[in-house]
């Protein structure tokens, strides 16, 4: 499984940018697909998932970020609106090979990620 991340930049406090992720594989929609982030200085932590069970997020961006996918384009996008400086981060996407992504289960694959630099 190879995963291509994009969409990430430059931005300001309260823009709504979009990940993208490409993903190939032809049962991708029997995959749960999520998205992680890495802080500077801090360690790799959970932002949000979608699998067949539903969507799950991180506290600290439920409510702003909304994770979907395409599956007919092997696609799954992260949005994220009214961002904040604390939102900086590498954006990974990642992939678990099972219909179902438990909470806190590591993923079988990983994208490289995507920067998102959000000034104030």
């Not at 990642?94 to 079988?108: C, D, E, H, L």
Request: net charge positive; charged share 20%; aromatic share 10%.
């Amino acid at each position: 499984v190879q995963l291509q991340a994009s969409g990430g930049g430059l931005v300001q406090a309260g823009d709504s940018p979009r990940l993208s992720c490409a993903a190939s594989g032809r049962t991708f929609r029997n995959y749960s697909m999520g998205w992680f982030r890495q802080a500077p200085g801090k360690e790799r932590e959970f932002v949000a998932t979608i699998d067949w069970s539903g969507k799950k997020y991180a506290d600290s961006v439920k409510g702003r970020f909304t994770i979907s996918r395409d599956n007919a384009n092997n696609m799954v996008y992260l949005q994220m609106n009214s961002l904040k400086p604390e939102d900086t981060a590498v954006y990974y996407c990642a992939q678990k090979g099972t219909v179902v992504w438990a909470r806190g289960s590591p993923p079988n694959s990983w994208g490289q990620g995507t920067l998102v630099t959000v000034s104030s």
